[in-house]
């Protein structure tokens, strides 16, 4: 049961309370025993990302990606599953060919959705999904924001002349936000980027994230992340009761491992490091270090094997 209705987070040093929008009991969701929900300070200090804010790090996923034995395969069944709500509308919406010219195909998104929660439910996956909220008043953001608003610009005028682009309809987050109301998924929605919280509640129930999120690679998560475009919710597999989702985990220690035993501490300065959302590196200054990591792909034998074994239903269960 849920000590309280709201959920306090600690963001950036100040306090803020973030609004649950459904159903905080998720006992009356799927009629379990829920873990604590209610978030205060930085009770993510162990995860290897102390001072670490959302920023998106450039060219992670590309390089995660490109090398395959970063991820384990899992079948992902009998567990709860924290969800970025942002990353979901998109990857919906995006992924199966909806309409964009004609104001959104809200009906087909809508009922998308309700498919995917029902291959959640029907291999007994407990979701909760977070949404991101507004943009970081202290306006560090700027420029990345200019930039995501300049593509958007273009890709509308590509598509009104008959070229190439992506679009999200103006009403997508109102509609996925009533779809899940209405078919009674736990819904919580942050005052500005959600993904330092998704983390914090990933390491107190200690469940994986389902994101395609680059900030994901960077955290120390005890449950894991799983990359969206490898979570296969459309094709279910197994026998009735044993059903399971087939599905790609990431955790940070093999991404260490590979790296000669990094401590997961210094994973943060990476990013910041590489560049992200926040700050760009001085190309000068770390050309010969990219280079680096770019030509450790390229030497034989250099990462350990690491079993693909698939984790079963108790490597999952809370």
């Given at each position: ?25 998720k ?25 670490f ?17 970063f991820?384990?395969?899992?079948k992902?069944?009998?567990s ?16 199966h060919?909806?309409?964009q ?33 507004g ?32 679009v ?26 959600a993904?330092?919280e ?36 459309t094709?279910i ?15 940070a ?23 992200n959302?926040?700050?760009t ?19 034989p ?13 108790q490597?999952?269960?809370?």
């Amino acid at each position: 049961m849920f000590q309280s209705k709201t959920l306090w987070i600690n963001t950036c040093g100040f306090c803020a309370r973030s609004t649950l929008l459904s159903y905080a009991d998720k006992s009356a969701f799927r009629k379990k025993t829920k873990p604590t929900a209610v978030v205060t300070s930085w009770n993510l200090n162990q995860a290897s990302a102390n001072s670490f804010v959302s920023m998106g790090v450039r060219g992670l996923t590309s390089f995660v990606e490109g090398n395959t034995h970063f991820l384990q395969g899992v079948k992902f069944r009998d567990s709860w599953l924290l969800i970025d709500g942002s990353s979901l509308y998109f990857q919906i919406y995006f992924h199966h060919g909806l309409d964009q010219l004609h104001g959104g195909d809200y009906d087909a998104f809508s009922c998308l959705l309700k498919q995917f929660f029902a291959a959640l439910a029907a291999c007994n996956i407990q979701a909760f999904v977070v949404l991101d909220g507004g943009i970081d008043p202290s306006d560090k953001k700027l420029d990345t924001l200019r930039q995501r608003l300049q593509t958007k610009i273009k890709d509308a005028d590509n598509i009104s002349h008959s070229r190439r682009g992506s679009v999200l309809p103006l009403l997508t987050k109102e509609v996925f936000i009533q779809v899940l109301i209405q078919i009674g998924v736990p819904l919580v929605q942050c005052p500005a980027e959600a993904d330092w919280e998704i983390a914090c509640l990933a390491r107190q129930w200690n469940c994986p994230i389902l994101s395609k999120d680059s900030d994901f690679y960077v955290f120390d998560l005890p449950g894991g992340y799983l990359p969206f475009n490898y979570f296969n919710w459309t094709n279910i597999s197994g026998k009735t009761n044993q059903r399971y989702i087939s599905a790609q985990l990431y955790t940070a220690s093999v991404l260490c491992r590979w790296f000669g035993g990094l401590n997961k501490d210094l994973l943060p300065l990476c990013a910041v490091l590489l560049g992200n959302d926040y700050s760009t590196p001085k190309e000068a200054e770390l050309k010969h270090w990219q280079k680096s990591v770019s030509s450790l792909k390229k030497i034989p034998n250099r990462v350990p094997k690491v079993g693909k074994r698939e984790l079963c239903a108790q490597n999952y269960g809370h």
